[in-house]
């Protein structure tokens, strides 16, 4: 037997025992986990979280490309780039200045708001999950 096929499956195992200890958390808990598990596998499927950033960049890639927010009127602003605003808007922690000059309005803004809500909690469930994976070993 191969030394991925162990890996793999001990994953499988332990992944198995989160969500099986997760029934026995308070509901509070449990809804956690139930983002843990959706996001990253609780640590276990980090690639998760690349999917989901990515898919999410494309969503809004493609919203913002269609109706471009606007910048407040007499300022100076950059050019508008779509990719740019919209990591801008899921990264929490970097900025590359494209929020901060535009403001969208209507129901974009509601995909703005969607995306830095997405942006901290793939940043917080990844911590969470790592830093449980790290703690057993």
Known sequence: MRPDDLTGRARTVLLTRQRHRRTTLPRYARAWGYVQDATVGYGYLPVRA?????????????????????????????????????????????????????????????????????????ATAPAAGITRVLSRQ
């Open 50 to 122: 690349a999917v989901w950033l990515l898919t999410l960049l494309a969503t809004g890639t493609t919203v913002f490309a269609l109706h471009p927010p606007h910048p407040p009127s007499g300022t100076d602003h950059p050019v508008f780039n779509p990719v740019m605003y919209s990591l801008d808007l899921l990264l929490p922690v970097i900025d590359f200045g494209q929020e901060r000059a535009f403001q969208p309005t209507g129901p974009s803004q509601w995909i703005a708001w969607l995306l830095i809500g997405a942006g901290w909690l793939l």
